[in-house]
């Protein structure tokens, strides 16, 4: 079976979690996310020669404000139809949204992981940011998550859109009769079961993806950074993908009033976009 995986998702590969040959993380990104942001290469809001473009001083620094993201579970099944999967009370929402934090897998996976080149030559890692990264345990096995995906088998690669879209991973598993996936909340304090099991007609595709922009943010990859020791950086190494985007969504500040004023928020979330790949603020990424 094919899994991708698209919008924010971070692979923390090759045994890096100790009993976990590939864990994808999922970070919880469910608020709305502000900060300052600087580096050593031309973000600087004011013009250039502008003596208040001083790295050292805030008040020249680029405001980004991020949407909230959530994690959406889809297949697409091998006539072409793409659906959510089945919903569950309490665990999945009628538009695959993952309501509560948990632990996905597949059941039946054969075991075994090889890396293609795609992966470890396309999809960036942390560190190439932000130099000083080091994950949280909070966050990699402490459950402070929108969800995690445990792989134990199967190929995993990478696909990109061109130009300059976004890179999504993909994991080509081996199983032993039809795909099951398994689902277990981290809590169940308020769930009548401890996890469910889901047979696979087709490929599967796990996301993090945000609400209420036709296209990313073109800062929504420092939302990896929501998995960080010490949260979202704010002074980077080098600019993100995506960074350099000239016509990004509407501003999240506006999208947010837009939010706000036709939904029940949180309770009620709108559509979910589900064509992240427009951006490649929207890649994958990885660790180490």
């Known amino acids: ?12 590969w090759n045994h ?33 020669g502008d003596p ?13 404000s991020l949407m909230p993201h959530f994690p959406i579970i889809t297949q697409t099944f091998p006539d072409g139809p793409t659906l ?26 054969i075991p075994g992981m090889t890396y293609d080149a795609t992966f470890t030559d396309d999809v960036a890692s942390l560190k190439t940011f932000l130099t000083d990264y080091v994950p949280s345990t909070d966050v990699l096995t402490g459950g402070r998550v929108s969800a995690y995906f445990d792989l134990t088998g199967g190929t995993i690669g990478a696909v990109t ?20 996936l398994e689902i277990t909340p981290l809590t169940v304090v308020d769930l009548e079961f401890t996890n469910i099991a889901i047979e696979i007609s087709g490929s ?11 296209n990313s943010s073109k800062y929504d990859y420092l939302l990896h950074y929501l998995t960080a020791v010490a949260g979202m950086p704010r002074v980077l190494d080098a600019a993100l993908p995506g960074m350099a985007d000239d016509d990004p ?30 951006s490649a603020s929207c890649s994958d990424s990885r660790y180490p």
């Not at 040959?21 to 600087?44: E, K, Y």
């Open 249 to 278: 969504c509407d501003d999240a500040r506006v999208a947010l009033r837009k939010l706000l004023d036709t939904t029940d928020y949180p309770h009620e979330i709108p559509k979910i976009q589900t064509d992240v790949d427009t």
């Open 84 to 109: 959510p999967l089945r919903p569950v009370p309490g665990l999945l929402n009628d538009d695959g949204r993952l309501l509560v934090p948990s632990v996905l897998k597949i059941t039946n996976a």
């Open 204 to 214: 599967l595709n796990v996301s993090n993806v945000g609400v209420s922009c036709a």
């Open 52 to 64: 208040n473009n001083n790295p050292a001083n805030p008040a020249s620094w680029i405001h980004y």
């Open 16 to 48: 890096f979690v100790p009993g976990i040959p590939h864990r994808v993380v999922l970070a919880n990104a469910t608020s709305l996310n502000t900060g300052l942001l600087t580096g050593p290469f031309p973000l600087l809001l004011n013009p250039p």
């Open 1 to 12: 079976m094919l899994i991708n995986f698209y919008g924010v998702c971070t692979h923390f």
């Open 161 to 180: 859109k061109e130009p300059g879209g976004a890179t999504r991973v993909t994991a080509d598993v081996g199983t032993v009769n039809t795909p099951q």
